[in-house]
Each structure stands twice: as C-alpha cells, then as structure tokens.
C-alpha cells in the first residue's frame, strides 16, 4: 500500500539541520493548544456524568433549583437507596454481566485457538458465521427472542439474559482471542511440547499467558456490554426484584415524578465503576481494534 | 484391524473441530439464529393482544403494519436518524482522532474522559440529558438562560416537548455515545499508517493539509468504513435515547422503527414482528449495499 503513495525520498542533511532551530519553539506552541483543545474536549465528554454526580448529591428540596451545584452536599441518596430494593438488582447485574463473560470465555476461548491452530475444513464458513453475527443485534430480532425464550420457561430470567448477552456477545471475543492466538508462534507451544509439557500443559503455560491482554480486553468488553443492555432485560424480566440495574433504575420513574436523586444515585453506583474498569483496558483498546479489523 | 483404527482415526480427526466449535455454534445457534426464525414465524401469526397464538395471519400483519398512517413519517425519521448521527459522528471522530493521536502532556487522561460514554450505560446517560433538559431547572437551561437565550417554563426551554427539537437533542446525544468508538477505531486506523509516510511528503515540501488529504485519509478507509459501517448498524437499533428521552411521542413523532417496533410489541405481536422482519432486512440491505458501494472485497484483498 505504501509504494503507491510516495516514492522515497533521498533526505540531504542540509534539510534536517536547516529546520532544526525553528521546530521545538513552533512544536511547544503547537503542544499547548493541542493540550487546551483535548483537555477541553474531556471535560465535554465528563460533563454529563460530572451532572449525574452532583444531581445525585443534591438535598431533595434543592432539586428544583437553578444552580449548577447545590447549595449543600447530601450523601443520604447512597445510603437510603439500599433500602429500596436495589441490592437485588446489583446483584442480578453482577449475574448478568459475571455469568455472561463467564460462558463467553469457556465457549470462545476453545473455537478461538482451535481456529487460530489449524486449518480444517469448514473454518472459513465458522468465522464467516462470526462475522455475520456480529452484524446482528438483539433488538432487531427481539420478538423472536421473547417469544423463543417464553417456550423455553426457564426457571429465572437470570439465566436467560446470561445466555442472551453470551451470544451476541461471543462473535467479538471469538474474532480478538483468534487475532491474538495467530501472532503466537506456534514454535514456542512447541518447544514447550518437546520440553515434556503435553499440549494442554503447552497451551496452559505458554500461550495462554501471551494471550491474556486479548483475554483481559475480551473480559471487559462482554461484562460491560451485559452489564449496560438493556432491551431484552427490559422484554424478559418483569419482577422488580429480578431486573437489572438499567431497567430496574426505572423503578425510580413514577407516573407523576421522577425521583431523581435516587435515579442518580443508583446510576452512579452503576456507571462510575465500569467508567474505570474501561479506562483501565484504554491502552489496549487501540490494539484490540487493529487486531479486530486486520483479521 | 489397522484399517478400523484408520477410519476411527479419521472420524476422530474430522469429529476434533466440533469438539473446540460445538459449544460456539450450539450458543450462536440457540441464541442468534434461531430467533430469526422465530421471528418470521411469529410475523405469520395471528395473537390476541395479550399474547395469545389463536392461528395463522398469512400477510395480515403486513398489510396491518402498511395500513399504519405514521408508518411513513417513521421511516423518513429513521432515515434521517441513521444519516445525520452517522455522519455526523464519522466526521467529528475524524477530528478526534487526529486530535488525541497527537502528543500532548495528560493524553492519556483526556483519552480516559474519552471513553466515559463508552463505558457508560446509554439509559442512563440518556437520563441523564432528559434531566437537564428540564424546562424549569434544567441545566442546559440553566445555562442558556444565563446566556439570555431562553426563559425557564417557556415553550422553547421544553425542549423534548417539540417533536422536532426533542430528536435534534437525541440526534446530539446519539452522535455522543457513537463517539468514543468512532474515534478509537480510527485512532487504531491511524497507528497503521507509518510516520516515514508523513516525513517524506514533508521534506517533499507538502502542506500539513495535503499530505493529510494525500496520505492519511486514503489509508485510513479501511478503518472508517468499518467504524461507519459498524455505526450504521448500532445507530439504527439503538433504543434507549429516544426511550428514556421521549418515548418516541408525543404519538409516535419521534419513534424510530427499532422503537415503533417495541411500542407495537406491547399490544400486537404480530404486528411487531413484522415491523422487525421488516428492520431485520433493512439491516441485511444496508449491510450490503455498503459493503458493494465501498467496494468492500477489494478492500480486503
């Protein structure tokens, strides 16, 4: 791709010393207002949450204020909010998201490194089922899943929405954990073979070690992708006490008014954690996506 | 005897790829496929509102979905829906991207505030500009009132209240939430394009403009059609903006047919599902006109 869009360029020296002077006092100016224009960008990208924050802070009766801060600082929404059943609902979200990323994890990590390892006959048409896949999205076949899921009766709409979330989540952890079993030389697995270790043993030690950013990328994405959906919890939960935390936030939502401040304050319990656990994999998203798109 | 442990040897050979994919395809099977074909049966059949099978419907809820007056008006919105928080999201992602790919001391903290909306659960952050749109106390209004631009209680302080200024800001909080990725994906796009590249149209005496132009928007296609193609799919099934910030009224003037679906879904199954095969296929054609009209094979070769 290179060659057709510049030829090389002989460099003379005279070009890399003439600009020399001039470059880190323009660079510098250059880095300020590149450091304004980003900073100023984040806090764009915060200010929605930053509002979520000090409205879940907010005294009740300063709700109808027209302040952009309260005038007092009221922690009782993160504590009065445990008595209103949401508990349940951290709980059925942590199922939710834990078991999804659970069953993703046993079912792709297999179909990726066996896909990754060998070439057999009907590999093409498995990744190619991928690629469609991840094409599809719940809500534009949620009819089908209701009423599939209603025949299948199962005993709670935990398990459902775990099984849900780990399909349409699979397709993106089988295509990363792939691209990252390919850049593993097959040479080190087998060194490890001759040195006595069989090829779980092989794959235990060496490979999946080297894999474990993939892994880790893989892991984050699915929890967070269960943990936020929302139409099927919606469609296929309806106790209070059995629905996730985005639906059960609604709880807060009454005919006439909304209680905002426990509205909030749930929304932050829900948001701020993965907030950092997403910041913590930001190094490697980058990486994730080239891996991702590549393939 | 060896002839037998040949074949068993073969069967096991030609059985070891279920073993690895069998779990793989049993749960996209189960769970993506076959609710497709629930789906189109379901669009065939005929139910009472409360969800009752009394039979077959043939085309009825077709012809039923058709008959609809605000069918129209709902796909003309979907319409402009997916094309105006599409481009808008690739253009400013462009500029993002270019942006955060720079050096610049605390990027990498401002790439975390980035991501806040990535992270973060659409209902809620959809509630979130729901409430500070509040007419009275708002604080969008808070502000544009303090910049003398609109009056607390007023009609044009109500903003989800008008169907058009109420989709205008879903539109905003849309292109919001598509940004983070938009833009990762294209800062990813930009890390496969070697710097030498650059230097060399610089020492040729080529403007920053140009060579932006000349270099790295033609090798960055790949990475945009992907980021806009993936866009178009989310965009157009995305539910809870306009669920949590209007619920797609006042009637059905700001729905969506991903949420027009769900409105029928409460009382007309049937119906319903037509409406979804019909979003299912729209989905399938957009899909592949994109990939035709960007030319997407010889992308890949």
Known sequence: ?295 | MPARKGTAARVTRAAAPLLWLGPAIALVGVVVIWPVVVLFRTSLQHFTPNGFLIGSAGMDNFRALFDEPDLRGILLRTVAWVVVVVAVTMLLSLALAQLFNQRFPGRRVARWALIAPWAASVVMTSLVFRWALDSNSGVVNVFLHDLGLVKFGSNEADWLGRPFSAFVWMMIVAVFVSLPFSTYALLAGLQTIPPELHEAARVDGASPWRSYRSITLPLLRPAFLVAALINVINVFNSFPIIWEMTGGGPGHETSTTTVFMYQLKQAYIGESAAMSVINFLLVIIVVLVFLKATRWKDQVN
Request: hydrophobic letters at 50%; a positive charge; charged letters at 15%.
């Open chain 1, 1 to 295: 791709m290179s060659a057709t869009v510049a030829a090389p360029v002989p460099r003379s020296e005279a070009t890399g010393t003439e600009r020399r002077p001039s470059a880190p006092r323009r660079r510098s100016g250059r880095t300020v207002i590149l450091a304004l224009f980003g900073y100023l960008i984040a806090i764009v990208f915060l200010l929605p949450y930053a509002e979520m924050v000090i409205t879940a802070l907010r005294p009740a009766k300063e709700l109808s204020d027209r302040g952009y801060v309260p005038k007092h600082w009221d922690f009782s929404n993160f504590t009065s909010i445990w008595k209103t059943g949401f508990g349940d609902n951290l709980k059925v979200s942590l199922q939710v998201a834990g078991g999804a990323t659970l069953v993703v994890l046993l079912v792709a990590l297999p179909a990726a490194y066996y896909t990754a390892r060998h070439r057999f006959r009907g590999r093409g048409l498995f990744l190619l089922l991928v690629l469609v896949t991840q094409m599809f999205q719940p809500a534009a076949m949620l009819v089908g899943i209701q009423r599939e899921f209603l025949s299948f009766d199962l005993p709670s709409p935990t398990l459902s929405l775990i099984l849900v979330n780990a399909g349409f989540n699979l397709a993106f952890a089988v295509w990363i954990l792939n691209a990252y079993f390919s850049s593993i030389p097959v040479e080190l697995e087998e060194a490890a073979m001759v040195d006595g270790t069989g090829r779980l043993g092989a794959m235990g030690r060496i490979t999946l070690p080297l894999a474990l950013p993939g892994i880790v990328t893989a892991v984050i994405f699915t929890f967070i992708a269960a943990w936020n959906e929302f139409i099927v919890a919606l469609t296929l939960t309806s106790e209070p006490s059995q629905r996730p935390l985005t639906v059960a936030i609604h709880n807060y939502i009454g005919q006439y008014s909304v209680d905002w401040g426990h509205l909030f304050a749930g929304s932050v319990i829900a948001t701020i954690p993965v907030i950092v656990l997403f910041a913590v994999i930001e190094g490697k998203i980058v990486g994730g996506l080239t891996a991702g798109s590549i393939k």
